[in-house]
C-alpha cells in the first residue's frame, strides 16, 4: 500500500496490511482460537473497544511474528486517527 496515502479506508488499505498480516490460519481466521478480523464489521469490534490501536499500534504485540513495517503502521494509526473509515 502506498504509504503516501493520506486518506486511507479500511477497503481501500487496512483490509490488505489485515488479511496479509491477521487474518491467517491460526491467528484471526474465521475458525480461530481468538477475534476473527476478516471482516469490517470484525475488525470495528476491536478498534471500538481498543484493543485494536493498543496490540497493534501501541504495544506492536500483534502480529506476534514481528511488528508491522513502519509504513503499514503509519497507515493504521492515521486510518484510526480519521475514524476507521470502510470505504
Partial sequence: SDCNEKDPTYDGNVSEIINDNCATSGCHADNS?????TSYDEVMVTVDNGTFRTRVVDEQTMPPSGSLSECELETIETWLNNGAPEN
Fill in 33 to 37: 482460537v481468538s477475534v476473527a478480523l
